[in-house]
């Protein structure tokens, strides 16, 4: 489970960015840039659209913070891409936990069990790959990405 002070566990999963697919493996900033993961349950409904793309409206905030976004669902990779697509487009990696199925929820600690998908939450990492910040959505809740750049500031100048 990735606990605040801990480092992130290691993953590497399939994603979709643009119109093609790319690997995502957060270890790969280690030492470079800090990384935001908003994680949601499931593509093509409104809380995880709006969810996605308000993220994509505040990505160029989160850019000038020297901080990476990553959607993160157990949704498959082509899922992922036409929801995007259907969205206009989505400037970050969408990262599908798909096979093996919910493997990375589960070493997060946001893996829903029962429903197989992935917990609504946004985790901050720092750039030596320690988790910062966590937090947890409740089912109709979706995180504001003010409140995660106001979070991510206070991390940065700490």
């Given at each position: ?5 801990q480092s992130l566990p290691d993953f590497k999963l399939r994603a979709a960015m643009g119109g093609e697919t ?16 908003s994680a949601y349950p499931a593509a093509f409904t409104g809380g995880c659209s709006n969810q996605t793309s ?105």
């Amino acid at each position: 489970m990735a606990e605040v002070g801990q480092s992130l566990p290691d993953f590497k999963l399939r994603a979709a960015m643009g119109g093609e697919t790319i690997d995502v493996e957060p270890a790969k900033y280690k030492g470079q840039k800090w990384l935001v993961i908003s994680a949601y349950p499931a593509a093509f409904t409104g809380g995880c659209s709006n969810q996605t793309s308000s993220f994509n409206r505040a990505l160029q905030q989160f850019k000038d913070r020297n901080t990476e976004v990553i959607g993160f669902s157990t949704d498959p990779v082509p899922s992922l891409r036409t929801w995007a697509q259907g969205m206009g487009g989505i400037g970050y990696p969408l990262a599908s936990d798909f096979w093996p199925h919910g493997k990375a929820s589960e070493a997060l600690g946001i893996l829903n069990t029962e429903g197989g998908t992935a917990r609504r939450s946004v985790t901050i990492v720092d750039p030596q790959g320690r988790v910062r910040w966590f937090q947890l959505y409740q089912p109709g809740t979706v995180p504001d990405p003010k409140d995660v750049l106001a979070e991510l500031e206070k991390l940065q100048k700490a």
